[in-house]
């Protein structure tokens, strides 16, 4: 099973509304990640995790709050977003943060503020 | 700094014909070199990956991809594209950024249009 699942598929939210994304993984990967992409452009990394905690933060405003409840799942808790924040949230894990491991992304959610 | 750059930020090719997707990277060490793909609205999925060896390497879905140190390149190519090849693809390498790991920098992406 290589497969990284992400819920919702389609979120909307008011820049009041408190929500969360959720990820999963089966593969027994240690690093977890998540990145924003927005249309036309690359993926740009926001988090990772690394053996259930936070490695990495990229200057990520404090209306993403991540969390990594355990090894396999991974979420990302919104509040009081801006319409800027718009985007399509991947989630990614890989065997570890390590070297030369490939990443294995999710299908994302799309996100729209309103 | 690590960086990767695809020039082209569209490419339209006619179903059957064969196609090459531009990358060169930037970075000092050893690359790890992926290729990803994604189709609209959806995550990207892997293509192929490069760490060390043969440098023509066998992808999914019909693609290989051929490192060339001395032109610091890993274009994508496939001999026959098919309608469904239609994608934006990614160009990314594995940077040593962190103390303790790889960060994937991507390139800014490639927009592969087929015509029938």
């Known amino acids: 099973d290589t497969e990284v699942t992400q819920t919702p598929k389609h979120l909307v939210m008011g820049m009041t509304n408190k929500k969360s994304l959720k990820c999963e993984q089966h593969?027994?990967?240690?690093?977890m990640y998540w990145y924003k992409q927005k249309a036309k452009k690359p993926p740009e990394l926001m988090f990772v995790?690394?053996?259930?905690?936070?490695?990495i933060n990229e200057s990520v405003p404090s209306r993403f709050s991540p969390e990594c409840p355990n090894s396999s799942l991974l979420n990302l808790h919104l509040h009081a977003l801006q319409p800027e924040d718009s985007a399509l949230y991947l989630c990614?894990?890989?065997?570890?943060?390590?070297?030369?491991?490939?990443?294995?992304f999710g299908p994302g959610t799309r996100l729209t503020v309103t | 700094a690590q960086s990767v750059t695809q020039p082209d930020i569209h490419i339209t090719v006619s179903e059957g014909a064969s196609l090459e997707l531009r990358c060169n990277y930037s970075?000092?060490?050893?690359?790890?070199l992926f290729w990803y793909v994604q189709s609209p609205g959806q995550g990207l999925q892997l293509l192929l990956k490069?760490?060390?060896?043969?440098?023509l390497v066998q992808g999914i879905k019909g693609f290989e991809a051929e490192f060339k140190r001395s032109q610091s390149s890993f274009n994508l190519r496939k001999p026959s594209v098919h309608w469904s090849d239609a994608a934006e693809y990614f160009c990314?390498?594995?940077?040593?950024?962190?103390?303790?790991?790889?960060?994937?920098?991507f390139g800014a992406g490639t927009i592969l249009r087929v015509k029938s």
């Open positions: 990614a894990s890989s065997q570890d943060l390590k070297d030369a491991y490939e990443q294995y």
């Open positions: 490069y760490f060390s060896g043969d440098t």
């Open positions: 995790y690394s053996y259930e905690k936070l490695s």
């Open positions: 990314a390498v594995g940077a040593r950024v962190w103390e303790y790991g790889n960060k994937l920098v």
């Open positions: 970075y000092g060490a050893t690359p790890y």
């Open positions: 593969m027994g990967h240690r690093a």
